[in-house]
């Protein structure tokens, strides 16, 4: 017996797709990660660069030493010559990790491509830095640039929780005990008006120091005017803003070279000394 003939559903089958070349957008995708490369800077003589290469031996040395627990150390660059100093500065890079400290005198901090290693520019200032941050950051962080006005701050119909998470955040804040006390609010997760994080930027003010640490996306990291207490914003590669949170700590891990990172540092820096040499 014959069967009923049924022509093919329309939009499926070859040549029923515009080609992929033509009018298919993709999305962008994913870009940025940032990894170690060495550098090997262009040498002719080393004669007149000992105090520079002297120098990086003794950066070496202290991320060993800062890495078993020792406190941090600094190095003046401002008494090198030209092109030393050049050398130091073609050498250390830039790393992950960029930080503003505002106060008189004003201060940039940019860590270098080895974890832990930093540069210091300001008005009399120009050092390097072994440290899981500097401590000037650390010291500068909660100078209130603009001050807290906590329930002071003006409240407008569209805060609704904004002044439960503050009287959880300065309540921690108040109780911080050290390092092992870190506390944690993830905006992300909880239900708020986009006036409640106006409200809170309001009422917590702002510090003096700011963050970014740049890896696989950025993290951005703003100290407020309430000691101990963090913003921290983690964006993707595209500047969308996945994860929002407020921390209680002395300054976010997020930001901080581990002591794993000083002694990769350390054997880095010396590798680097002996392919100049």
Not at 130 to 140: C, G, K, N, S, T
Not at 251 to 257: F, G, I, S, T
Request: proline share 9%; net charge negative.
């Amino acid at each position: 017996m014959a069967q009923n003939f049924h022509l093919p559903p329309s939009g499926f089958g070859p040549g029923s797709q515009p080609d992929e070349g033509e009018g298919f957008d993709w999305l962008p995708l994913p870009s940025g990660m940032r990894t170690y490369d060495m550098h090997l800077p262009d040498i002719a003589e080393t004669g007149p660069l000992a105090p520079a290469l002297t120098l990086l031996g003794q950066i070496a040395a202290a991320c060993d030493r800062v890495a078993a627990g020792g406190a941090a150390e600094a190095f003046d660059l401002a008494g090198l010559d030209t092109p030393n100093r050049a050398l130091i500065a073609e050498t250390l890079g830039q790393g992950e990790v960029s930080v503003r400290a505002r106060g008189v005198p004003a201060v940039a901090m940019q860590e270098s491509v080895f974890a832990g290693v930093w540069v210091l520019n300001g008005a009399g200032i120009d050092r390097a830095e072994v440290a899981p941050m500097p401590p000037l950051a650390l010291a500068r962080a909660f100078q209130p640039q603009r001050p807290a006005r906590l329930l002071q701050a003006p409240r407008g119909p569209g805060v609704v929780n904004a002044p439960a998470i503050l009287a959880e955040l300065t309540d921690k804040a108040a109780a911080w005990r050290g390092p092992a006390d870190l506390h944690v609010v993830n905006l992300t997760l909880l239900p708020h008006t986009e006036e409640d994080l106006l409200w809170l930027a309001e009422a917590l003010g702002e510090g003096a120091v700011t963050l970014l640490s740049r890896g696989y996306g950025n993290c951005r990291i703003t100290a407020t005017a309430v000691p101990q207490l963090w913003r921290v914003q983690f964006f993707n590669s595209m500047e969308v803003l996945i994860l929002d949170t407020f921390e209680v700590t002395a300054m976010p891990e997020v930001a901080l070279a581990a002591p794993e990172d000083l002694a990769d540092s350390a054997g880095r820096l010396r590798e680097v000394l002996e392919a100049i040499r």
